[in-house]
């Protein structure tokens, strides 16, 4: 019997897995993140994130706002830019590599500038 085996190995793997969904796990969460870590926050939703201007997909208001919206969106949605809390580092990383791998157009030093402060002000891990 072949199915013994298999078997034991799905309990084996699916069990703790359903335990931490269970506790609160979340695998989308941002890296770093472990509600069941001591001090962690089991069964306390996260805080809600400003919901930010309709106009321009519910980014925050504020300098550079409308140039990231239309720089960003012409390829992804602003979710995906407010899902985003990485160091100001990675936005640089993240900047060349839609350049150079993505096929982003390059920007004016100013514009680039602009956006990335924008974005680093908004959504860095590091404010």
């Known amino acids: 019997m072949r199915i013994l085996p298999i078997l034991a190995f799905v ?44 106009e321009l997909g519910g980014l925050p208001d504020g300098k550079g706002a409308e140039e990231t919206f239309y720089a960003c969106t012409a390829c992804h949605s602003a979710a995906i830019i407010k899902q985003q809390h990485v160091s100001d580092a990675r936005w640089d990383d993240l900047w060349t590599w839609m350049i150079e791998t993505q096929g982003m157009p390059e920007y004016p030093q ?10 680093k002000q908004h959504f860095s891990s590091e404010r």
């Open 110 to 119: 100013e514009d680039k500038e602009l956006i990335l402060g924008y974005l």
């Open 11 to 54: 309990f084996a793997v699916t069990l703790p897995l359903s335990a931490a969904l269970a506790q609160g796990y979340n695998p989308l969460a941002r890296p770093g993140f472990n509600p069941l870590a001591p001090g962690g926050s089991v069964g306390t939703p996260p805080q809600k994130q400003e919901e930010g201007n309709p």
